[in-house]
């Protein structure tokens, strides 16, 4: 059994007990312990079940690579799936839950699937689920849902705070072992600024379990401690490393406590000018059959769990290795007074001086042997004995209840390697190390990421000290800040830990039988074994990219930190070519999961995207505005009134400002002024029509393209004076339009002498709207406003109400219209006096609702709606609008090319149902026949469509094959629910064709 | 994400305080061109792995329009220029036959 004993543990505090539960349990641990540990404290060995098969799982490793020991932290909006139970520290209160079971971790359902494993081999989604195809909407697509994903989504909203931190450092160093300790010092040495990131929640690394190195690290981080130009950071994860030395880094606040005040997480941000990655060593599995029972592990975990935790695994401990390094493992259970019953290593000639001391201590160690089998199925009974060199005979049993397996060390290459560090594989170690001649390179094209430490391959304590303080020093001179070589103090001298090399072994034993090799796991996460990998090799999926995507070998959070060499290898003999050639797959970021809370930081809910409002918001929001987006702005969608619904306030604006008189805030239209002598000659080129002939004190209408020849704007512009021109613009398109024009005269006309202002926030824009509009006009002090002294599409300046105001009289309503411009800041007082002044009429302020009602039933398109990219200004019957005197304008050319010319464009009409219900939004008119997929053939769309309550029916426009040719014929449009209705091609304008309204 | 200068204010900033513009240096074809110039002017790009010349704007800062000689492949930025040009100006030209000799990119070398 895994248990806790009696004294020691480095990190654990005996006098702070704390309890916690796990799956409706309540355990006890200490303060200091991680999850996972506390869990083996209590002989929970078995701490999930796996993906595919849901084969019992315990914990394999200690830190950040561990595959199995994945749980849901947390209830309700503080609920996280997929928390590393060997990185969740335990707190007072702290509730956990495996995953990957049902109905309960013990006894589970879904192991039925390790029973039909024969039938979910490699890529099996690929193959079992295509026929018969019907079965895939009912049976197949539920199960498979149902099984899918690694443990349960959250359901309610976060209970917590995240942030964001942006942060400038001249040395970056990723991992606060010994080597990223060493390095940081040095760094600093000369006074460039240093930032030291460790993920875990202590420093050191691997250094005081494994090379008695407690004091160098304590004497380290005291030093790095008093230097105010350093900053370190405990429960930091270097998360990724992107272009040009930027770096995310993932701190976790508050995961390790009761308390949750303040953020959660931490994104920093980080721009480096050199990093140093010195993130350690990861060690590998052996690949034997029955290598993911509970209680096989990896030797350096059996080390860390004792050392730090003071828990043992299991009592019986078989230690099974190709390296030396295991053996560290079988004495340091033997000095603790647990029982080790073999050593079992599968070198030949076995290790060196470690070996030597493990058999003085009496420990039996068996050279040239192999794991046939791990027996046991919740917990480890035993291993099956055999000769590495078999197919796997079992020559004697050996009873135990743990395993713990090395099968040598993998550098953490993963952060070198996001940003383009490449590797070269070191044959003698059986591991890829970062190639220090082709580092990531920055904007100056030099390598700005340097590896350091077991992170790039080196592992004798000394040694790591002396490279990561020159790793450290070479960064700070880099960044101008040269310093000195640190006195560094190496750890007492150990037995050697590498006396004898490590030799490859993929495969355990090395010709083991099909029947082990389907029990022998390579990557627990994924249930990928080693049969699946020769599968999808033997099938031709021979490039590690796709045989990873065909096994899943390597997928998820293990992201190849447990699993990538062992599957590579297995791939590399599948396919007879050594490793080197073979490759790996590609290290993406992060590291480890991030929370998606970080990723997002404050942007949610009201600080999300800024709010632009206009200054009349507060007015809206007072008078029962019912607020849509347009763009980053609000506009009142209508004013909705005690007992009225958003449709029948709409149908009450309109019938008023028909009627009398209606008030549109108008402040949102964009307001560019392009000023200058060239100013005529650019207009010309931005719009279709003509605008250099217009004169001062008139308006017209525009349109512009985009230079591919579609419509991408409109609106009325107004020429101040001569030399200044004020081009009225969408409410969403003053940004971008502003941007095309500034885009054309910087970098093409660049000679031409024009200025352009965005001024959209600089008025407020009142539209005053209805029959009654010009006598409100003249209360408010307007004179000689009267038909022909006060032309349409012109405009004054008047004093109203006592404010300066430009009035321009256009109409996008068919009304009498005097859209009023004033300084932002006057708009309230211009809006109340509008209001007190048109009180005798019924004045009320409408919504975009009733203004796009009203435009619809004038024919008036409406971009975004008649248009969506890819539709040209002739499309829509604007040919008007488009100068045929020009030379050119921008979009003109393309307007020519042979698909913008052609005839049978669908074009622009009015569309009226029959029995005049309100047609479906983008509803399609249905032609005879049925297209090469079945579907039916289509001649049409509707783009508008309303309630009119002027004409008390439904009203439409849409694009129509031949539509103007066509005035009078009748179309089926398709509807949602099925079937189609049927609606009458007629002319657009549907209100006040003559214009009368506003001609007075 | 990339670090650039911006030629015109001076500042270096975030790739996001910046906004991509595609491919330099391409002529503008308006009416009178023929179709093979107007759809190369429109749709034809350059895609090396390697030396590229591309505009950029810097939107989040003194809103100008700007041009990098930057390679695609190592994100090496061998310069920046104004926008009002044509073509590259010589000296860069020269720093990039210096960085990779043999390069080639539409009529240059």
Known sequence: MSTRLTKGGRRIDRSQPVTFRFNGRTLRGYRGDTLASALLANDQMMMGRSFKYHRPRGVVASGAEEPNALMGIGQGGRFEPNQRATQQEVFEGLEAESQNHWPSLAFDVGEVNAALSRFLPAGFYYKTFLWPRAFWKHVYEPVIRQSAGLGKAPKDRDADTYEHYYHFTDVLVIGGGLAGLAAARAAASGGARVTLLEQSAHWGGRAPTDDDATDQVEALVADLSKMDHVTMRLRCMGAGVYDHGYVLGYERLTDHLADKTGPRHRLWRIRAAQIITATGAIERPLSFAGNDVPGVTLASAVRDYLADYCVSVGDRTVVVTNNDDAYLTALALDRAGLSVPAIIDARQEGGGDLAEAARARGIRVLTGHAVAKVTGRTRVTGVKLARQTGEGAVIEDIACDAVAMSGGWSPVVHLWSHCGGKLNWDDAEAMFRPDATRPPTGADGEGFVTCAGAADGVFAPGEILQAGAAAGLRAAGATGHPGQMPDLAGPSERPLRRANPLEPVWLMPASATRALRAKTWLDYQNDVKVTDVQLAAQEGFESVEHAKRYTTLGMATDQGKLSNINGLAILSGALDTPIPQVGTTTFRPPFTPISMGAIAGEARAETFQPLRRSPLHDWHAAHGADFEPVGAWRRPYAYVRPGEDRHSATAREITQTRAALGLLDASTLGKIIVKGPDAGRFMDMLYTNMMSTLKPGRCRYGLMCSENGFLMDDGVVARWDEETFLCHTTTGGADRIHAHMEEWLQTEWWDWKVWTVNATEQYAQIAVVGPKARIVLEKLGAEGVEGEAFPFMSFQNHRLAGIDSRVYRISFSGELSYEIAVPAGQGLALWQALLDAGAEFGVMPYGTEALHVMRAEKGFIMIGDETDGTIIPQDLGLDWAISKKKDDYIGKRAQQREDMARSDRWKLVGLKTLDGSVLPEGAYAVAPGHNANGQRNVQGRVTSTYHSPTLERGIAMGLVLNGPNRMGETVEFDTLEGGTVPARIVDPVVFDKAGEKQNV | ?109
């Open chain 2, 1 to 109: 994400m990339l670090i650039l200068t911006c030629p015109c204010c001076g500042v270096s900033g975030e790739e996001t305080e910046f906004h991509g513009g595609g491919e330099a240096h391409l002529t503008r074809e308006g009416p009178g061109a023929d179709d093979a110039a107007l759809e190369g002017y429109l749709f034809h790009r350059e895609n090396p792995r390697g030396v590229h010349f591309e505009r950029w704007r810097h939107v989040y800062g003194c809103g100008k329009w700007f041009h990098a000689a930057r390679d695609t492949a190592t994100l090496e930025v061998f310069g920046v220029y104004p926008a009002q040009t044509t073509s590259p100006p010589e000296d860069l030209l020269a720093v990039i036959r210096e960085k990779r000799p043999g390069w080639t990119w539409r009529g240059l070398s």
